[in-house]
């Protein structure tokens, strides 16, 4: 037995299979009767929503999974991240800013191996005890981009050409984005099924960006509720169908990894339908605090290059959420803001932000965090403001030039959707007893320190979340019903 295992607890294997962006409902509501591997999973173990990070997004959500840290502590905000106080310094994230240890590198302590593929922040690859793949951020597949290096040759003889993602997701050429897709996918799940069944492992961890790609080209035609959405149009099924096929795969990934496999299905986020754009920067513009050298008269990207700073207090950058930077004095290069006037500004744009409503004036529910309040710790240079804007139906627009502050089309391409708070979990294996309600609860920072606990190894003291394994195993977990059944005491009580 590999130094480090209690010698109490039973050694297993663990395989976690991510798909990235699946929402709860298409797991858990009517779609399930039709995806037979799922729902079989489902039956025989727990499943519930799983919380993913502020922001919910690829980056950093995978990574806060695999090291139970938040994207604070982790000091990664996003693809791209600012490396200094200046305006220009910008980064993009990649395996070289994660400091702190993935899961797979404490179970290597400990003398266990793994396989790992496809895990968002992967490139360039480390040395670990096992096999890597690296993600869909890898430039391309003539660097090396796994580990060992020799493992990329042999992918490429395997499948032709290993495919890294789907480029050009955002297009309006959907037949063909639809063929690449499948054949990503495809390919995905034939390299796991290689290296389950090639490789030394006792963890396994795999992700597949089909799911966020489909869902971001094709979400308006499936969603009655999208304001694009069209009765009858010829993808109303895309999505549908694609899920089949991936149970498909599923099935047959599951056969390959055996029984005696305790197997998660997780996701990073949900996603849910775009409504539109909120122009953050425009925004700034209108409300006095920012000040570019000359107007655009078109839809333009923002550049600081644009941007008078000796009459600047705030701007912003755009994406999935809305980061929000002050120039403040003494730590910007042209600050202007005193610091004693960094949290009077700060509330400010808070209050006013969130009182910001759609086209019409409606108040569409924006949150405006400061990081401190959400992050165990602040690392790296943070957004001063972190805006989640309409509950995440609308999206930050970084533009300037649009002529209004709420737009109907995305600054980068064609999109149909933006994230939820929440993704999905579904555990199943031999230690855990089968749950027929949603266990309620559970979070992203979770993962890691229950997939060490299968293996009676003891989480890191640093880890943020903690082992769901007990409440896995005894049938006793919190679930929805119970939350809904306490609120209603809690009214009967009167404290509601």
Same mark, same amino acid.
């Given at each position: 037995?590999?130094?480090?295992?209690?010698?109490?607890?039973?050694?297993?294997?663990?395989?976690?299979?991510?798909?990235?962006?699946?929402?709860?409902?298409?797991?858990?509501?009517?779609?399930?009767? #039709?995806?037979?591997?799922?729902?079989?999973?489902?039956?025989?173990?727990?499943?519930?929503?799983?919380?993913?990070?502020?922001?919910?997004?690829?980056?950093?959500?995978?990574?806060?999974?695999?090291?139970?840290?938040?994207?604070?502590?982790?000091?990664?905000?996003?693809?791209?991240?600012?490396? #200094?106080?200046?305006?220009?310094?910008?980064?993009?994230?990649?395996?070289?800013?994660?400091?702190?240890?993935?899961?797979?590198?404490?179970?290597?302590?400990? %003398?266990?191996?793994?396989?790992?593929?496809?895990?968002?922040?992967?490139?360039?690859?480390?040395?670990?005890?096992?096999?890597?793949?690296?993600?869909?951020?890898?430039?391309?597949?003539?660097?090396?981009?796994?580990?060992?290096?020799?493992?990329?040759?042999?992918?490429?003889?395997?499948?032709? %050409?290993?495919?890294?993602?789907?480029?050009?997701?955002?297009?309006?050429?959907?037949?063909?984005?639809?063929?690449?897709?499948?054949?990503?996918?495809?390919?995905?799940?034939?390299?796991?099924?290689?290296?389950?069944?090639?490789?030394?492992?006792?963890?396994?961890?795999?992700?597949?960006?089909?799911?966020?790609?489909?869902?971001?080209?094709?979400? /308006?035609?499936?969603?009655?509720?999208?304001?694009?959405?069209?009765? %009858?149009?010829?993808?109303?099924?895309?999505?549908?169908?694609?899920?089949?096929?991936? !149970?498909?795969?599923?099935?047959?990934?599951? *056969?390959?990894?055996?029984?005696?496999?305790?197997?998660?299905?997780?996701?990073?986020?949900?996603?849910?339908?775009? !409504?539109?754009?909120?122009?953050?920067?425009?925004?700034?513009?209108?409300?006095?605090?920012?000040?570019?050298?000359?107007?655009?008269?078109?839809?333009?990207?923002?550049?600081?290059?644009?941007?008078?700073?000796?009459?600047?207090?705030?701007?912003?950058?755009?994406?999935?959420?809305?980061?929000?930077?002050?120039?403040?004095?003494? /730590?910007?290069?042209?600050?202007?803001?005193?610091?004693?006037?960094?949290?009077?500004?700060?509330? *400010?744009?808070?209050?006013?932000?969130?009182?910001?409503?759609?086209?019409?004036?409606?108040?569409?529910?924006?949150?405006?965090? /400061?990081?401190?309040?959400?992050?165990?710790?602040?690392?790296?240079?943070?957004?001063?403001?972190?805006?989640?804007?309409?509950?995440?139906?609308? /999206?930050?627009?970084?533009?300037?030039?649009?002529?209004?502050?709420?737009?109907? *089309?995305?600054?980068?391409?064609?999109?149909?959707?933006?994230?939820?708070?929440?993704?999905?979990?579904?555990?199943?294996?031999?230690?855990?007893?089968?749950?027929?309600?949603?266990?309620?609860?559970?979070?992203?920072?979770?993962?890691?320190?229950?997939?060490?606990?299968?293996?009676?190894?003891?989480?890191?003291? #640093?880890?943020? %979340?903690?082992?769901?394994?007990?409440?896995?195993?005894?049938?006793?977990?919190?679930?929805?019903?119970?939350?809904?059944?306490?609120?209603?005491?809690?009214?009967?009580?009167?404290?509601?």
């Amino acid at each position: 037995m590999p130094e480090g295992i209690d010698s109490v607890s039973e050694v297993s294997k663990v395989a976690l299979i991510g798909l990235d962006c699946v929402p709860p409902e298409f797991l858990f509501g009517e779609w399930l009767g #039709d995806l037979p591997h799922f729902k079989s999973l489902v039956e025989r173990g727990v499943h519930g929503e799983l919380a993913s990070t502020i922001p919910p997004i690829t980056v950093p959500a995978w990574m806060s999974m695999m090291t139970s840290q938040d994207p604070g502590t982790l000091g990664i905000y996003g693809f791209r991240n600012r490396r #200094d106080h200046s305006y220009e310094g910008l980064f993009f994230a990649s395996s070289t800013a994660v400091k702190q240890s993935p899961v797979w590198t404490t179970l290597g302590a400990s %003398g266990l191996q793994s396989v790992a593929l496809g895990v968002p922040l992967t490139y360039p690859p480390k040395r670990m005890n096992g096999h890597l793949v690296s993600c869909f951020l890898t430039p391309d597949t003539n660097r090396t981009f796994t580990h060992p290096a020799s493992l990329g040759g042999e992918l490429n003889q395997l499948t032709g %050409g290993y495919t890294l993602d789907v480029s050009g997701f955002r297009t309006n050429d959907r037949d063909q984005l639809l063929t690449r897709l499948y054949a990503m996918t495809k390919q995905r799940f034939q390299v796991a099924r290689h290296l389950a069944e090639t490789k030394p492992w006792d963890f396994f961890a795999m992700v597949e960006m089909g799911p966020d790609r489909l869902h971001h080209a094709f979400w /308006r035609f499936t969603d009655p509720e999208h304001r694009l959405y069209e009765a %009858g149009n010829p993808y109303s099924t895309v999505m549908f169908d694609y899920y089949k096929t991936l !149970d498909g795969y599923l099935g047959e990934l599951l *056969e390959t990894l055996g029984k005696e496999t305790t197997v998660f299905i997780v996701s990073d986020h949900g996603a849910k339908r775009m !409504d539109g754009g909120i122009c953050l920067n425009e925004w700034l513009i209108r409300n006095g605090y920012l000040t570019l050298k000359e107007s655009p008269t078109e839809p333009t990207r923002f550049n600081v290059n644009l941007v008078d700073w000796s009459k600047t207090k705030v701007w912003g950058d755009g994406g999935y959420y809305g980061r929000i930077f002050l120039n403040v004095e003494g /730590r910007e290069p042209e600050g202007i803001i005193p610091v004693d006037q960094v949290e009077p500004l700060r509330a *400010e744009l808070i209050d006013k932000l969130e009182a910001l409503g759609d086209e019409k004036g409606q108040p569409i529910g924006t949150r405006v965090y /400061r990081p401190e309040d959400i992050y165990q710790e602040v690392n790296g240079i943070a957004p001063d403001l972190i805006a989640i804007f309409g509950n995440l139906h609308w /999206r930050s627009i970084g533009q300037v030039g649009t002529g209004s502050v709420h737009v109907f *089309e995305n600054d980068t391409g064609p999109d149909d959707a933006n994230h939820a708070e929440n993704g999905v979990l579904i555990a199943a294996g031999p230690d855990i007893s089968p749950q027929e309600h949603p266990v309620a609860g559970m979070r992203l920072l979770d993962i890691a320190p229950t997939v060490l606990d299968l293996f009676g190894i003891d989480a890191p003291t #640093d880890y943020q %979340g903690s082992s769901l394994l007990s409440r896995f195993r005894t049938g006793e977990g919190f679930t929805q019903e119970d939350e809904e059944k306490i609120a209603e005491r809690l009214e009967q009580l009167g404290y509601l």
